[in-house]
């Protein structure tokens, strides 16, 4: 295939949870820049918390972030679109999710802000919340925010559990998906709205074509792009319902599995790895065979 555009997620793909993205697919992303390849990032982060884009990977680009929901400038810093749901329609996906399953909290990330109620704290914990005030949505929404991702988090259930429970009751209300394997938290979008959505309209811009791009990710909320992509690679290790989305594999994150992708498909770059004498060669095959 002709690479014309590479799209990658961020979390679980290219960075672990040390917010370390190696040498080595540093390197690699740029190689693919300086080959006239286009890069777009598409993840779940909001545009807050994109500085090590910018910070390890020097990107300026564009990125889509809220699982598909925003689409944000790096170089100027500013929102490009957003597509969201509006106050009265969050909190009747509250009252369907409180009314399956009470013990479930609840918050919701907007385009100026993330909005939490106690009960997220509660079900979720986590450092990242300590700075935030708590207070019921309907309180703390108003009539003109739009809620890029509605978030519910279980105490008790897994992921899959709590997903599939919420999928069934909220049907066409929001597109409902999850990434992170450590938390039962839902992210949940306006209709339609998925990486995928989003990815496909923004390469459109570009005039190029699914099957001219090359896309990673190893979550749920990877699915809709992994099979939208000429070549959507499922990260292994991954999410089994990523792996199941394509046929595609890159090697984990923790052997560099998206630069040595990129390496192969630039026709055998080899990239220089910190700490090495000498270059790292590819040493695994990204074969497409089901």
């Known amino acids: 295939m002709t690479m014309r555009l590479v799209a990658s997620?961020?979390?679980?793909?290219i960075m672990g949870h040390d917010g370390v993205i190696s040498t080595r697919t540093r390197n690699a992303f740029a190689a693919v820049r300086e080959a006239g390849v286009q890069v777009v990032f598409v993840t779940g982060r909001p545009p807050r918390w994109l500085g090590p884009l910018a910070e390890q990977l020097g990107h300026d680009g564009t990125v889509i972030c809220s699982n598909g929901a925003v689409v944000w400038n790096m170089a100027g810093g500013e929102l490009l679109s957003a597509e969201g749901l509006g106050r009265e329609?969050?909190?009747?996906?509250?009252?369907?999710?409180?009314?399956?399953?009470?013990?479930?909290?609840?918050?919701a990330e907007c385009v100026n802000g993330l909005r939490v109620?106690?009960?997220?704290r509660q079900a979720h914990g986590g450092s990242r919340l300590a700075e935030l005030d708590f207070a019921p949505l309907e309180d703390s929404l108003g009539p003109e925010d739009q809620v890029v991702k509605f978030l519910a988090v279980s105490p008790v259930l897994s992921a899959e559990e709590f997903h599939a429970l919420v999928v069934e009751?909220?049907?066409p209300l929001a597109h409902v998906t999850h990434s992170d394997a450590r938390f039962a938290l839902l992210e949940i979008s306006a209709p339609g709205i998925t990486k995928a959505h989003t990815l496909e309209r923004y390469a459109?811009?570009?005039?190029?074509?699914?099957?001219?791009?090359?896309?990673?990710?190893?979550?749920?909320?990877?699915v809709q792009m992994?099979?939208?992509?000429?070549?959507g690679y499922a990260m292994t290790g991954g999410h089994a319902e990523a792996l199941a989305a394509t046929a595609f594999r890159a090697p984990s994150l923790a052997d560099d599995g998206v630069a040595q992708v990129l390496e192969s498909k630039?026709?055998?770059?080899?990239?220089?790895?910190?700490?090495?004498?000498?270059?790292?060669?590819?040493?695994?095959?990204?074969?497409?065979?089901a």
């Open 266 to 289: 630039l026709g055998g770059v080899r990239v220089r790895t910190a700490g090495t004498s000498g270059d790292m060669p590819i040493t695994a095959s990204m074969g497409g065979e």
């Open 117 to 120: 109620e106690e009960s997220f």
């Open 226 to 231: 992994l099979a939208w992509a000429g070549e």
């Open 169 to 171: 009751a909220v049907g």
């Open 204 to 222: 459109a811009s570009l005039g190029i074509d699914s099957s001219e791009v090359v896309a990673f990710g190893d979550m749920p909320n990877d």
């Open 89 to 107: 329609e969050v909190l009747r996906l509250r009252t369907i999710i409180r009314e399956l399953h009470p013990e479930a909290g609840f918050g």
């Open 9 to 13: 997620d961020v979390d679980g793909t």
